[in-house]
């Protein structure tokens, strides 16, 4: 027997007599109220979106098919043991037992004139896939690579931060409180593209063996990431680790054989040709080659080197779905850190508390042993000195003692993963809000700038050379809050300022030979783009070079040109999504004049955006969440948008409006009702 209710935000409360069961209704629930957005991810994971929606989509199904997302899957999904491998198959069951009446209230299938496959068993695999493949570092290297052609190695260290399409994400942990009987609490807000419908799918999971409250990946089962069973209750960030690699291959044809070089001379590499369908158009075929380090999933332009990318997932078959379960099961922390030593990609900064008061911070992922020139660019993979070595660091696992704050900073118990972390000063200003007492809607809602050398550079600018606007608008600026509200004139003149700055630094003397071409495909430009890695990294060139004299032109053309407006007028919301459908591209319009945004990328409340190229938002907290270890019902959460994904709905964006607020709203609690379903 199973049922589902719902509670007001229309939040899925589900209870099964066994797991396996209950994995059937959560496949069903994600594919009634998200089928057209899982179909998306399962068509990506295949490298077959385009011939559902169009050739706009060539460059990720290419890429898909190149660095081989459905094979991988489908070799995770074949190493899995007995019993993780039935629970994700009656997930897959549940799936295809809803989404035919699930794409009957997704209109994007009618303006598609596509319909709802059958899932694969190893589906969900591919899903989580192509949910985390660009999360990593390799992206980066691409641009290290540029960045060291063009303006020389010395000069990578310019653009040392976090990119375009990393992480932004906050969580902390508070220790139980003895003089007043308080549990640990565990808080934060994990910061990606803000999708459309959201990332994250609230939800309660409930059986004779655990009742579970999370957060889940629609199209894969339990909750990966964000869960409270009563007992236990985790949270991630973005460990910011470097575990893929990319290298640089030499390839020769032989007829339709592909020759690799090694390091004592050429061999056969794997290579056949697939067909793209595409929506509207002629098809197009993707040769697909994969040498002994992995995929080749790009070509440089420049140097005609071949790019191959080297997985842990791939290298092992194995993705960590092993932990799912368990982690359903978990009560003590400690069972949290069991589950999570099958973990392999992303690697993640994971925080567990219990009710008895243990509180522990985790790195849980594979993070291979090999040669430092591996973290920073494509290396020869003809080299044997650039092999991995068989071996992946430890599980990082540790007692918390006092405040925990993870904010994809440099740490000790991360500083041996990565190479580039984000800077610290989120990470210092969430301990200064929780050192004051600040409860959890004031720390996810902070939209202080921090004073760094981007800000400071308006002080050393003498107002005696500047006109008279340009001097008015200055001194504006220094005797501002740095507060980025929504309502600020200040912030949205700031934000005009730094732009107007950003455009003036890619001519720079030190920084113009970044607009060459960079000789990558176009679906690492978010990675590779100068405008967008210059307007990201304004900090790091403000502290490295002279910009007095731009700085100021740019005070002077903001002064000389229309009011910029507040700044909750220019970051205006925008929700990645396909467009096909107008009852979407109508609720975004809604949703736009519904809500103004406050926070930027350096605050804690982090809705990015990209100076010099646009001030909308396109990333920000995906989720907010509370866990209290001391009354699992005392928890809250909020996510963007709603439960549902089909507009139109009740439960479409009813969320939408809170979370831009700062509030949070009550977990689904209390004993399981509803009418029976299945």
């Known amino acids: 027997m199973t049922y589902v209710d719902r509670d007001r935000w229309g939040v899925p409360r589900l209870w099964a007599a066994d797991v396996d069961a209950l994995a059937r209704l959560q496949g069903r629930v994600a594919a009634l109220d998200r089928a057209w957005q899982i179909s998306v991810e399962r068509w990506r994971a295949e490298g077959r979106l385009a011939a559902h929606v169009g050739a706009a989509e060539l460059a990720w199904d290419r890429f898909a098919r190149r660095v081989r997302l459905d094979d991988t899957a489908r070799r995770c999904y074949e190493g899995l043991d007995p019993d993780t491998r039935r629970w994700v198959e009656a997930y897959v069951d549940g799936v295809n037992s809803g989404l035919t009446e699930g794409a009957a209230g997704a209109p994007e299938f009618a303006a598609t004139g596509t319909a709802p496959e059958p899932w694969q068993p190893w589906s969900p695999l591919g899903v989580f896939l192509v949910q985390h493949v660009l999360f990593s570092t390799f992206p980066n290297k691409l641009w290290h690579a540029h960045v060291a052609r063009t303006l ?80 236990v209750a985790w949270a991630v960030t973005n460990a910011m680790a470097d575990y893929q690699d990319l290298y640089r291959e030499r390839l020769r044809r032989d007829g339709d054989r592909v020759l690799v070089r090694e390091a004592d001379g050429w061999t056969p590499a794997a290579r056949h040709v697939e067909e793209i369908e595409v929506r509207g158009g002629a098809p197009e075929t993707v040769e697909v080659i994969e040498t002994p380090r992995g995929p080749v999933i790009d070509h440089d332009r420049v140097t005609g080197d071949a790019i191959a990318l080297r997985t842990p997932s791939r290298v092992e078959a194995r993705l960590g779905f092993e932990a799912l379960l368990p982690l359903l099961r978990a009560r003590h922390t400690g069972d949290v850190a069991e589950a999570l030593r099958h973990w392999v990609e992303p690697v993640n900064s994971v925080l567990a508390a219990d009710t008895g008061g243990s509180v ?47 904010a994809n900073d440099r740490r000790e118990d991360v500083a041996a993963h990565g190479a580039d972390f984000a800077p610290p000063h989120r990470a210092r200003r969430i301990r200064e809000l929780l050192a004051q007492g600040a409860d959890a809607s004031t720390v996810h809602t902070d939209d202080r700038l921090p004073a760094g050398p981007l800000y400071r550079l308006l002080g050393r600018l003498d107002p005696g050379r500047l006109d008279e606007p340009a001097r008015a608008l200055l001194l504006r600026l220094r005797g501002w809050d740095r507060a980025m509200a929504a309502g600020s ?25 970044l607009g060459e071409p960079c000789g990558f495909d176009e679906l690492f430009a978010p990675w590779t783009d100068p405008a967008a890695r ?37 970051h205006v919301l925008h929700p990645v999504h396909l467009g096909v459908a107008p009852a979407v591209t109508d609720a975004v319009a809604a949703m736009r004049q519904r809500v103004a945004l406050a926070g930027d990328t350096d605050c804690v409340l982090a809705t990015s955006s990209v100076p010099g190229v646009s001030d909308a ?25 709603g439960a549902s994904g089909r507009p139109g709905d009740a439960h479409f964006a009813d969320q939408l409006a809170d979370w831009a607020a700062g509030t949070l709203v009550p977990v689904p609690a209390g004993p399981l009702t509803g009418d029976e379903s299945t």
């Open 152 to 231: 020389g190695p010395e000069a990578a260290g310019l653009f040392a931060v976090e990119g375009p399409a990393s992480s932004g994400s906050n969580a902390w942990a508070l220790p139980a409180d003895p003089a007043t009987g308080r549990g640990p609490v565990i808080a934060g807000d994990p910061h990606r593209l803000l999708e459309l419908p959201g990332v994250y799918q609230q939800v309660r999971l409930a059986c004779p063996e655990f009742d579970v409250i999370g957060l889940a990946f629609p199209g894969v089962p339990g909750l990966p990431h964000f869960g409270h069973t009563g007992h």
């Open 617 to 641: 938002c396109w990333r920000g907290p995906v989720a907010r969440y509370v866990w209290d270890l001391t009354d699992r019902a005392a928890s809250r959460w909020i996510v963007p948008f």
């Open 489 to 513: 004139a200040e912030a949205g003149a700031y934000a005009a300022w730094r732009a107007a700055l950003a455009r003036r630094l890619r001519v720079h003397p030190r920084l113009r030979a």
């Open 534 to 570: 210059i307007g990201l990294a304004l900090d790091h060139l403000a502290a490295e070079f002279d910009l007095a004299e731009p700085a100021a032109e740019a005070l002077a053309e903001v002064a000389a040109g229309p009011a910029p407006g507040e700044w909750g007028g220019r």
């Open 360 to 406: 522990r911070r985790l790195v849980a992922g594979l993070v291979p042993v090999r040669d430092e020139r591996c973290r920073r660019e494509p290396v020869p993979a003809w080299e044997p000195a650039y092999r991995w070595r068989g071996d992946y660091l430890p599980l990082v696992d540790e007692p918390v003692d006092g405040v925990a704050v993870c």
